[in-house]
Each structure stands twice: as C-alpha cells, then as structure tokens.
C-alpha cells in the first residue's frame, strides 16, 4: 500500500541538517626585501602569505582572493600623517573664509571707514 500524499493527517517530514562548515584562515610569514620575492610561493586558498620588509617599514599581503586570483597588496607606515577626507576639507575652507572675514572687518575699523546705520524698528 502506498501513502496517500492528499490525505491531511499523512504527514512527511524529513530533518534538516545544519552543516555549518567554518574556514579558518591561516598566516605564514616572511622577511622580505620587495613583493617580488613573495611570487615564488605556492599560493593556497585562505592562506595569506605576508611579506614583512623593516627596511622599509612595508607589509606585503599575498593571497587568493574568492574569484581564485593571486593579489599582492602592499601596505607603508603612514608616519603618523592623516589623510584628509572631505568633512576636514570643508572645515578648512570655512575656517579660511572666517579669517578673511576677520581680517576685511578689522582693517574697515583700522581705516575708520565704518559708519554705523540708524536702525529702524518698529513695533
């Protein structure tokens, strides 16, 4: 006799069965004079390759990226120097219009040239 598929109290279940396979990543590292030297390896997947070069003071990161690419990245020590972004570049600007204002107003009160208007107020 064969189930009836239609019938309301014919019920299939079948468990579902998490698999959750974690990649763990993996680092090798070496002492460098140029990226270069880091081409001669046999680059596996999460597997990052970096090449460390004190001379320098540069990081080479070697690895294959999720298209299967080999890609060299190279990484400096900034020197404590910020890169301005576009909020800093604006605050410049206006902090340069404020000191020419600055300076067109006291040099109109040096000169004596300011007159002062009679305010008309009404109620």
């Known amino acids: 006799m064969y189930p009836n598929y239609n019938d309301p109290y014919f019920r299939y279940s079948q468990p579902i069965q998490n698999v959750s396979q974690q990649v763990q990543s993996q680092a090798s590292c070496y002492f460098v004079k140029t990226p270069e030297e880091l081409t001669g390896l046999n ?63 006291n040099k109109q009160f040096s000169n004596g040239s300011v007159t002062e208007s009679p305010v008309n107020a009404t109620i």
């Open 43 to 105: 680059v596996m997947p999460n597997v990052f390759y970096l090449g460390i070069n004190r001379d320098k003071k540069e990081i080479y990161l070697r690895r294959m990226n999720n298209d299967g690419n080999i890609e060299t990245e190279s990484y400096s020590l900034s020197g404590g120097m910020e890169e301005k972004n576009d909020i800093k570049t604006i605050l410049e600007r206006l902090q340069n219009i404020e000191r020419r204002l600055n300076e067109s107003v």
